[in-house]
């Protein structure tokens, strides 16, 4: 059903603005991303102001833009005997080896 209503809207909103993002072959991937950055934003926004979130989800929010409570940052790197271990991070792509022994540059985390 939500497939279908946002291909409806794409064709509405094309109708209105027929220049837009006419040279690109990918308009449709654009439109979805866009429209669905538009739907979760308030809901993301509300989510990074709790104080008891769960540590991936505090890094998916931080990964996003969005400004967690300082207070929370700090629970992100609980276990220091876990960060000597050489791990995969799982935020950074699979290609150029991922394995950090401390904390990942990219994103701060193991």
Not at 63 to 70: E, H, M, N, R, T
């Amino acid at each position: 059903m939500i497939d279908i209503a946002a291909i409806n809207s794409m064709t509405l909103w094309l109708s209105q603005y027929p220049e837009w993002n006419q040279r690109k072959s990918n308009t449709r991937r654009i439109f979805l991303s866009q429209l669905s950055t538009a739907l979760t934003a308030p809901q993301n926004q509300r989510r990074s102001q709790e104080s008891r979130l769960m540590p991936k989800v505090k890094l998916a929010l931080l990964s996003l833009g969005y400004q967690v409570p300082l207070g929370t940052v700090k629970d992100l790197h609980v276990n220091t005997h876990t960060n000597r271990i050489k791990r995969r991070c799982y935020l950074c792509p699979a290609k150029p080896g991922r394995k950090v022994r401390q904390i990942c540059d990219n994103f701060g985390q193991n």
